[in-house]
Nanobody, 123 residues
Framework: QVQLVESGGGLVQAGGSLRLSCAASGRTFSRYSMGWFRQAPGKERESVAAISSGGDTTYYSDSVKGRFTISRDNARNMVYLQMNSLKPEDTAVYYC????????????????WGQGTQVTVSS
């Protein structure tokens, strides 16, 4: 029903910035709450940020609060994650995901997932 494709990952030095994009296909994108997740090798998938369907409510994990900003443009079927002041511990594969319910939600509740984009932060 909803296909998600992430882009914008890459290699960046500590303290730098990246902007991740998630392009969604589907008529009902504006009905979905969206989230960004990340997973580093040997670690569990963790929630990074989430945004309600209308964009009026956001959530951030403590580890990224103040550095990352999630936003969406429902007219363009896009979700973004602006990442500033990046740290080596931010290195992970970042995933965009959607859910047809209100926030908060656990990772297992998200139904639609993108393929992921690699973010590597060098020290």
């Amino acid at each position: 029903q909803v296909q998600l494709v992430e882009s914008g990952g890459g290699l960046v030095q500590a303290g730098g910035s990246l902007r991740l994009s998630c392009a969604a296909s589907g008529r009902t994108f504006s009905r979905y709450s969206m989230g960004w997740f990340r997973q580093a090798p040997g670690k569990e998938r963790e929630s990074v940020a989430a945004i309600s369907s209308g964009g009026d409510t956001t959530y951030y994990s403590d580890s990224v609060k103040g550095r990352f900003t999630i936003s969406r443009d429902n007219a363009r079927n896009m979700v973004y994650l602006q990442m500033n002041s990046l740290k080596p511990e931010d290195t992970a594969v970042y995933y965009c995901a959607g859910i047809r319910s209100s926030l908060p939600a656990s990772p297992n509740e998200y139904r639609y997932w993108g393929q992921g984009t690699q973010v590597t932060v060098s020290s």
